[in-house]
């Protein structure tokens, strides 16, 4: 049996999307959390946040249900006019939590995610 003392072992390593519109998702989160993006032709992009990388690929967009990813912000407040300006749509107003205060969005394929804050 193979063994890995890799530091990423066992953590998410990538999370992938079905949406209706690569294009259309890059200008959201590009937009709202300025996201970078490499395509890999018309169907399949991958993005990257600075920390976690992850696709978009064109599909039957899934929407909500499964796994809450859950994104970390600085600015609780800007964060959330970003989603709005870029498309997105608030489904749970900010509210706090023992750790701090967050809300829950849906992107334009109606995946919902959610934002927090440790203010």
Same mark, same amino acid.
């Not at 900010?94 to 205060?101: E, I, L, Q």
């Given at each position: 049996?193979a063994?890995?003392n890799?530091?990423?072992?066992g953590r =998410?390593?990538y999370?992938?999307?079905?949406?209706?519109d690569?294009?259309?998702?890059?200008r959201?989160? /590009?937009?709202a *959390?300025?996201w970078? *993006?490499k395509?890999y032709?018309?169907?399949?992009?991958?993005f990257?946040?600075?920390r +976690?990388? /992850? /696709?978009?690929a064109?599909?039957?967009?899934?929407?909500?249900g499964g796994?809450?990813?859950? +994104?970390y912000?600085?600015?609780?407040?800007?964060v959330?006019?970003?989603i709005e300006a870029?498309?997105g749509? =608030?489904?749970?107003?900010a509210?706090?939590?023992?750790? /701090?205060?967050r *809300?829950h969005?849906?992107d334009?394929?109606g995946?919902q995610l959610?934002?927090?804050s440790a203010?």
């Amino acid at each position: 049996m193979a063994t890995t003392n890799s530091e990423n072992d066992g953590r =998410i390593d990538y999370v992938e999307f079905n949406v209706a519109d690569v294009a259309r998702s890059k200008r959201f989160y /590009g937009e709202a *959390f300025g996201w970078s *993006f490499k395509d890999y032709g018309t169907d399949y992009c991958e993005f990257g946040d600075g920390r +976690l990388t /992850g /696709g978009f690929a064109t599909g039957e967009a899934r929407g909500s249900g499964g796994p809450l990813v859950i +994104l970390y912000a600085d600015d609780l407040a800007d964060v959330q006019r970003r989603i709005e300006a870029a498309g997105g749509r =608030i489904v749970k107003p900010a509210y706090d939590f023992p750790g /701090g205060r967050r *809300f829950h969005f849906a992107d334009p394929d109606g995946y919902q995610l959610a934002v927090w804050s440790a203010r």
